[in-house]
């Protein structure tokens, strides 16, 4: 299991985060959160009934949230928060 961080390493690395579009993002309208070089999470578009329902985020792991959220940023948050 991995060490868990210190409160301010943890806090330097969500300052440096970043909500950009990723390179696949004109074919998948995915966006990542990025900090120090790394994917931190990945935000998708969520889709029910052929109409975009929220955005929904995950884990570069896998580890993934179902339930959409309104707009990007609250996903991203969601995501950073897990």
Request: aromatic share 6%; hydrophobic share 35%; proline share 6%.
């Amino acid at each position: 299991m991995p060490r868990r961080l210190s409160a301010k390493a943890a806090q330097a690395i969500i300052d440096g985060a970043e909500l950009v579009k990723a390179l696949d993002w004109s074919n998948t309208r995915r966006w990542h959160v990025d900090s120090g070089g790394q994917t931190l999470v990945i935000i998708e578009p969520s889709y029910r009934g052929g109409n975009r329902s929220g955005w929904t985020w995950r884990l570069p792991g896998g580890s993934n949230n179902q339930r959409p959220e309104p707009t990007r940023e609250q996903a991203a948050v969601q995501g950073l928060m897990a």
